[in-house]
């Protein structure tokens, strides 16, 4: 770590980028957009495509160029947490974790993670019909994945992947693991041996997820990350003279300026760059776009007035727009990380030991080889539980179709731990699992009215039955998955607390005193229908009740996806992005009310009672 945090720093070298307040060309823009992260990247890069249009972009973290660990694939969980370039924010302690409280990183830098998967064609269709904008829909989102990836193919690969679900005109790069490992074979070996319960998955991003698949990332030709900072917000773009980026500058309140068709009106952000420092402001003339993610969006809306009044007035905060949806539904991906001792000196374990990771710094430097190019795992696997399971006889099933996964489950080729340090001896191969579709809802709120200070955050992991069945499941399916021949000579057992898990109650003790988070959350400003009476934006994104304001970022999703959250939240991006321009509400249908008095006046909050159910580090 003493390393790695050495190479975290080196002079910054886009001189395109401002630091300073002073420097900005002007206080007036277009748009002004908040937070550069996968999101608010893409949203400046395709408006500033029309040069007539000019964009400030306000990040409140540090350029990420020529941070090493932010280049280097597998270094980047590194960054986080307890560094400059995260939040560094906290949970409140998690009741379905035996009250343990989790770091729940955020990225603080220009850029993004790694691990890239769209979803399925059913979670797109479910967005477009729990919004009414067909839109979302799968068939019409298409057309954003030739804009947004440009897929690097493999000549000798051609059974990684399927050619027709990628792109090969878009900005960012996605790759297949340019590394093999002692995993790999017998990964496919137990497709074959297992095929009924892991089937082989040429491509999940074809629409159909279910199966084990070869992952792929984002992660360009030289095996170097393609974040939306080296992509969207890269040198050919940066430089162009109507966008403009100010880092360091941190978002305090959006400001209201005027009253259009009876609804506030916001064109003004203020923000500082040191917390005790002076506050500036600038202006939007058509309109403000919040791209902070899922904790810092509803955040900066809550210390501007927008949220639940009660709970604005307990911290002496005016109420603009009393909306309780804001900050609530948080849904996230829980992580279980489960470690098995391994034979032999193969996995990459050694790689993080003595000074074998300056070796490999090295080797990454001069030819861009070896096992730091590539991300955490080579294979990963979504997954549905059996028709006939115990579960389903109270419930309806909660995936988002009949091509949706209920678990998750990555293989890592060393030891994949949040928070815990690898053992100094020993090899080991880890299976991370989680619940894709789960049904816990969580909350955040703030802990004062003080923009630097850190906010209240519950995911609620495993408050459901359905949530801890799945998990429980996840489990034994890699259990079984590991006791299949290609394994018997290879893996030696599981490793510390993982060896209890074996009768359901040992599992779910085991569950919840290890499992932390997959740094997905979603939802907290989430979309709901036009006319509807909870959520935080309609389907063109425009934030309920107010005039000026568009979100567009992870916290508006309303279900998680069969992904990864970073892929999804690029392609809501890019359409986001055509929203904006066109100036226009979408296809989303609407009542004849609209956004009358309802909007203008209050919202309940959304409650998982409604039966709607449901890439900073990392994976």
């Not at 040198?235 to 162009?240: A, H, K, L, T």
């Not at 000196?345 to 993080?352: A, L, N, W």
């Not at 801890?468 to 607390?497: C, H, M, T």
């Not at 060896?499 to 040992?506: L, N, P, Q, R, V």
Request: negative net charge.
């Amino acid at each position: 770590m003493v390393l790695l945090r050495s190479l975290w720093f080196v002079a910054p070298a886009w001189a395109a980028l401002y630091t300073s307040p002073k420097d900005l060309p002007d206080t007036t823009f277009d748009f002004v957009v908040v937070g550069a992260g996968a999101a608010g990247s893409v949203v400046a890069n395709r408006l500033t495509e029309d040069s007539n249009v000019t964009v400030l972009v306000l990040e409140a973290g540090v350029t990420n160029e020529n941070v090493t660990a932010s280049i280097i694939p597998l270094l980047g969980p590194s960054l986080v947490p307890d560094t400059v370039f995260d939040y560094n924010y906290t949970t409140v302690p998690i009741e379905g974790y035996f009250n343990r409280t989790l770091p729940y990183a955020r990225g603080r830098m220009l850029g993004g993670s790694t691990s890239v998967s769209k979803g399925s064609k059913d979670d797109y269709d479910r967005y477009a019909k729990y919004s009414g904008d067909d839109g979302w829909s799968w068939d019409s989102m298409q057309k954003y994945i030739d804009r947004h990836e440009t897929f690097i193919t493999p000549s000798d690969r051609r059974e990684q992947f399927a050619a027709n679900a990628h792109g090969t005109n878009g900005i960012l790069q996605v790759s297949l693991p340019a590394t093999a490992t002692v995993l790999d074979q017998r990964v496919l070996d137990t497709t074959e041996e297992l095929k009924d319960e892991f089937p082989f998955n040429t491509d999940p991003n074809d629409g159909s997820v279910l199966g084990v698949a070869w992952s792929q990332a984002t992660i360009d030709g030289n095996n170097a990350r393609s974040s939306a900072a080296t992509a969207y917000l890269g040198p050919d773009y940066i430089s162009r003279s109507n966008l403009h980026v100010l880092i360091g500058a941190t978002a305090t309140k959006l400001v209201q300026t005027d009253t259009v068709d009876d609804l506030p009106s916001f064109h003004k952000v203020e923000y500082k760059t040191d917390s005790q420092g002076a506050t500036s402001s600038v202006s939007a003339t058509k309109e403000i776009i919040l791209s902070g993610g899922s904790i810092n969006t509803p955040m900066l809306l809550m210390l501007s007035g927008i949220g639940d009044k009660d709970e604005l007035k307990d911290l002496g905060i005016s109420t603009v727009v009393n909306n309780p949806s804001v900050g609530k539904n948080l849904t996230d991906h829980p992580l279980l990380a489960s470690v098995y001792s391994v034979q032999g000196t193969d996995s990459f374990d050694d790689v993080f030991r003595g000074d074998n990771l300056e070796k490999a710094i090295g080797e990454w430097m001069q030819n861009g080889t070896g096992a730091l190019g590539d991300g955490v795992c080579n294979h990963l696997a979504f997954l549905r539980l059996p028709d006939n399971s115990s579960i389903f006889d109270g419930m309806e099933d909660p995936a988002a179709g009949p091509n949706a996964a209920h678990i998750e489950f990555i293989v890592s080729n060393l030891w994949v731990q949040p928070g815990i340090p690898a053992p100094e001896t020993g090899s080991f191969m880890t299976l991370t699992t989680t619940v894709i579709s789960p049904t816990s809802r969580g909350w955040m709120k703030l802990a004062n009215d003080d923009p630097f200070g850190k906010p209240l955050i519950n995911p609620n992991y495993l408050s459901t039955e359905w949530d801890v069945f799945a998990l429980r499941e996840s489990i034994k399916s890699i259990q079984r998955f590991v006791n299949a021949s290609a394994w018997d000579d290879y893996v030696i057992g599981p490793f510390g607390q993982f060896a209890e898990a074996t009768t359901d109650d040992g599992i779910d003790t085991y569950m919840r005193n290890n499992s932390a988070t997959f740094f997905h959350p979603i939802s907290t400003a989430m979309m709901s229908p036009k006319g509807a009476s909870w959520g935080v934006v309609d389907p063109d994104l425009k934030v309920k009740g107010v005039e000026g304001l568009r979100i567009v970022d992870g916290s508006v999703l309303p279900y998680l996806p069969n992904a990864h959250t970073q892929g999804p939240i690029y392609l809501f991006a890019e359409r986001g992005a055509d929203l904006i321009k066109a100036g226009s509400s979408g296809n989303a249908s609407s009542d004849a009310s609209d956004t009358d008095a309802a909007y203008k006046v209050s919202f309940p909050a959304f409650t998982t009672a409604l039966t709607i159910l449901t890439l900073t580090m990392l994976y």
